[in-house]
Structures are given as structure tokens and as C-alpha cells.
């Protein structure tokens, strides 16, 4: 299983990024996609999840309102649009998969490597 993330940067604080994440070697389809981010000395942390068919998402509290998680099931792909980006949201930010819910949200099947965001104030 590969779960390769893309589309980080550097942004500036209010701005906007799409990342993406392309999975292979899986059943894309049976898989909950989750995202997390870590800061440089903190925990990784969970941003939001999508399940297997994408008819439900769950975020954080820090990305709710602000980050949308998308998938499409035809090309194994799930992407994190984020809006009015913060300097708090600085952080690498990963992609996983997991079969199980909420299991998915602490204790993903499979990581990809991250991708760093980078917000200026």
C-alpha cells in the first residue's frame, strides 16, 4: 500500500491550499481516509476523515469550518482543501487509511509521507 500526499507549501495567512493524496496497492473504496498534521514539538493530530464512500466527514475542531475533505473513489484519490489558512496551521500534514471507524482516527491501517504547509503571518 502507497498513500502518496501532495500540494503543500508555503501560503500566506488567510490564503488557500489543496492537498492531495493518491493511494494505491488498497481498495481505495473500502477505505476510511483520514488526514493528520504534525507541528514541529507536538503530537500528530487528527484533522478529518472521510468514509469509504464519502457520504460522511468528521474534523477536528480547529479544521472545522475552515478544511473540507473530498475523495474520488474513480482515481484513489482524497484531497484536504484548506481556507483562511493560519500560521497555527503550519504543520507536515499526512494522509491515511484505515478500515475501521473511529479506529481510523487514532490508529490508522496505513501513512503516507507528509507533505510540509508552511503559513506566514
Known amino acids: 500500500v502507497q498513500l502518496q500526499a501532495s500540494g503543500g507549501g508555503l501560503v500566506q495567512a488567510g490564503g488557500s491550499l489543496r492537498l492531495s493524496c493518491a493511494a494505491s496497492?488498497?481498495?481505495?473504496?473500502?477505505?476510511?481516509m483520514a488526514w493528520f498534521r504534525q507541528a514541529p514539538g507536538k503530537e500528530r493530530e487528527f484533522v478529518g476523515v472521510?468514509?469509504?464512500?464519502?457520504?460522511?466527514?468528521s474534523y477536528a475542531e480547529s479544521a472545522e469550518g475552515r478544511f473540507t475533505i473530498s475523495r474520488d473513489n474513480a482515481k484513489n484519490k482524497v484531497y484536504l482543501q484548506m481556507n483562511s489558512l493560519k500560521p497555527e496551521d503550519s504543520a507536515v500534514y499526512f494522509c491515511?487509511?484505515?478500515?475501521?471507524?473511529?479506529?481510523?482516527?487514532?490508529?490508522?491501517?496505513?501513512w503516507g509521507q507528509g507533505t510540509q504547509v508552511t503559513v506566514s503571518s
Open positions: 491515511a487509511a484505515g478500515l475501521l471507524m473511529p479506529t481510523v482516527t487514532r490508529r490508522p491501517d496505513y
Open positions: 496497492g488498497l481498495s481505495f473504496s473500502n477505505y476510511h
Open positions: 472521510m468514509v469509504g464512500n464519502g457520504a460522511v466527514t
